[in-house]
């Protein structure tokens, strides 16, 4: 018993002087993620992971969300196209092939540093499962690109989640 003792002591003593990452969580590390063809980069922690395949130019999860990007320059776009216009047209898309589809935060545009941002937050059903929905177009000037991004989440994940989801669409920005 008096070893045990002498043990967590001594123990005690080296987390307190040393720092003792057991006791202290760390910073998670950042990511960052690019577009190559578009020249954009976004930052994410590192529980995010790149997800090939599929209709996106860039997908990551961590397995409780999804970050969905659709990139276009504004030169492939048809002439007097707004980016309102295409994030109506995305969103439209999405949400046409989802059911019970309900809006639960109005839809907002706001300044970002790398140009102006448009948001919104759905629940709607898919396969029976009930997700939640955020869509942004976020128009980066620099690169002349329009960029939609797709948030999908459990309805348990993103409530507590979303000031950090919304940090990392938010960092979509020209590539350094």
Request: hydrophobic share 35%; aromatic share 10%; net charge negative.
């Amino acid at each position: 018993m008096k070893k045990a003792m002498i043990f967590v002591l001594v123990v005690c003593i080296l987390c307190s002087s040393a720092g003792c990452s057991v006791l202290t969580p760390a910073e998670p590390v950042q990511k960052t993620f690019l577009l190559e063809s578009y020249n954009l980069q976004i930052v994410a922690d590192d529980t995010y992971y790149e997800k090939t395949g599929g209709s996106f130019d860039l997908q990551l999860t961590n397995e409780n969300s999804y970050i969905s990007i659709m990139a276009y320059r504004y030169s492939d776009l048809p002439e007097g196209t707004t980016a309102q216009d295409v994030y109506d047209i995305q969103n439209q898309d999405i949400f046409s092939k989802r059911d019970a589809v309900a809006e639960i935060e109005k839809t907002e545009t706001f300044s970002l540093p790398q140009g102006e941002a448009i948001r919104g937050a759905y629940t709607a059903k898919r396969d029976g499962s009930e997700n939640y929905y955020v869509t942004y177009l976020i128009d980066i000037p620099e690169e002349e690109v329009l960029a939609w991004v797709l948030v999908t989440t459990l309805s348990t994940y993103y409530p507590n989640h979303k000031d950090h989801l919304d940090s990392i669409v938010c960092s979509l920005s020209a590539a350094q």
